[in-house]
């Protein structure tokens, strides 16, 4: 089976899962790719090989090396074959080295996470770019002759039709009754709920011949001989001639104006690069804030990232710089939040800008530094998302105090989220923990 026949099983694995980004967020190589441009190795697929039978021993050569033995792999991985650990330079194959990764842009990377950890975070709208028109749902008494509600304005012209309607013929013959005259007969009608005016009983009784004006004795005789016919049922039987409209009912619609807000995000990673931060420690936070990038940029419309390393001083460094600087000197984790603060404030607004401030290291402080300086603050820092993320391989140091204390301190806040990692099988949970922290708020 040849490299792209690997391949091609790959992108069918990837078109069901994308494969289990676990894996690769835990153990594959984060280097290869870009801020904007993933790229997952194939060999985290386990991927088929050929073997030999045992009935097949000297049936192909292997060079100088020898006969192989049972079970062994043809042939020995080569650099670039995407299954060990050599450079992209070598040349195996006809495909060349192209089919070594699985490509995502960050917008898949992050809808494959929400998947992979079940989260569905949404991104927040701060900064308005644009007002625009919306759908035509807004009324006015007044506006041009394009915009004319008609279908409203017919609907109130036959409510008020239907409201006025009422049988004629019903109440002329009230108008029969003996010694009912005109203002009887309107009373009459007020009180049975019927929609006439006097001016048209009037002019009704005037149309009735005098030898007609006593055929009922009673309104009770009357009503036992002729039936009251629905307004409805007229309508069935004749239909309606005319639907009076009203100027007073004219309503024009207008669009509602919609804001369209720009999804800003701006992350500052801060990261202990003191004498305790040795490789392992490092590596952990590079597996923790590497994703973590990834996944917000691919939320957000824009993403600016800010990176800030301190010992006991901090500075602003170059996100390649981050993760490999190291330095011999204490710890003072203050000094990274004070100067988070003054880039904040300058350049990324509270009120056009997502902010989240992610801080990493092996939770070692110099004394009352967390409590006096840390705490406060990060309280004084108005962001969607505080993280402290622990990195300590061989358990709390009797000294690593600074996680716990924060998460003490924050228990009840929603927004301070604290992760712990010990090693590379932590790191999704870590991630799942902060992003879950940030979809409940």
Request: glycine share 8%.
């Amino acid at each position: 089976m040849g490299r792209k026949d690997d391949l091609e099983r790959y992108r069918e694995v990837g078109e069901a899962k994308r494969q289990d980004l676990a894996e690769f967020i835990q153990y594959g190589d984060l280097g290869n790719s870009r801020p904007d441009e993933i790229k997952i190795p194939i060999k985290i697929v386990d991927l088929p090989a050929f073997v030999y039978d045992p009935r097949d021993l000297g049936g192909v050569g292997q060079g100088q090396g020898g006969t192989p033995g049972v079970g062994d792999p043809v042939g020995e991985p080569q650099p670039g074959d995407g299954d060990g650990d050599g450079d992209e330079s070598g040349d195996p194959g006809e495909e060349g080295g192209e089919h070594e990764y699985y490509e995502m842009d960050p917008e898949e990377f992050a809808r494959e996470l929400d998947e992979e950890l079940g989260l569905d975070l949404d991104p927040k709208g701060k900064k308005v770019i644009e007002e625009k028109e919306g759908d035509y749902t807004d009324i006015t008494r007044t506006g041009p002759a394009s915009t004319l509600d008609f279908e409203r304005l017919f609907k109130q012209g036959l409510k008020r039709t239907l409201a006025m309607d009422f049988d004629e013929s019903y109440v002329e013959e009230a108008l029969r009754v003996n010694g009912w005259g005109p203002a009887t007969v309107f009373e009459w009608a007020r009180g049975e709920r019927i929609p006439v005016s006097r001016a048209w009983i009037e002019d009704a009784y005037e149309s009735i011949p005098e030898s007609e004006r006593s055929r009922w004795s009673s309104i009770e005789e009357m009503n036992e001989n002729v039936e009251r016919e629905s307004t409805a049922t007229r309508i069935r039987r004749d239909g309606i001639d005319e639907i009076p409209l009203r100027r007073e009912d004219e309503r024009y619609r207008f669009p509602e104006i919609v804001e369209e807000r720009e999804r800003n995000v701006v992350v500052v990673n801060i990261r202990d690069v003191s004498g305790s931060m040795r490789e392992a420690k490092r590596e952990l936070v590079e597996r923790t804030f590497t994703p973590l990038d990834w996944y917000l940029t691919g939320k957000y419309d824009n993403a600016e990232f800010v990176y800030i390393a301190h010992d006991a001083d901090a500075w602003e460094v170059e996100r390649e710089e981050f993760f490999g600087i190291r330095s011999g000197g204490g710890t003072r984790i203050s000094s990274a939040y004070e100067l988070a603060a003054e880039i904040l404030e300058e350049a990324y607004p509270w009120s056009d800008w997502n902010r989240y401030v992610f801080a990493a290291g092996d939770s070692e402080n110099s004394s009352n530094d967390t409590d006096d300086r840390v705490i406060p603050l990060m309280e004084s820092i108005p962001a969607n998302l505080h993280a402290y993320v622990e990195t300590q391989p061989s358990g709390n140091a009797i000294n690593a105090t600074h996680a716990s204390e924060v998460e003490s301190h924050f228990a009840d806040d929603s927004n301070v989220a604290v992760a712990y990692v010990q090693g590379p099988e932590d790191v999704v949970n870590a991630i799942y923990t902060i992003l879950s922290t940030e979809e409940d708020t």
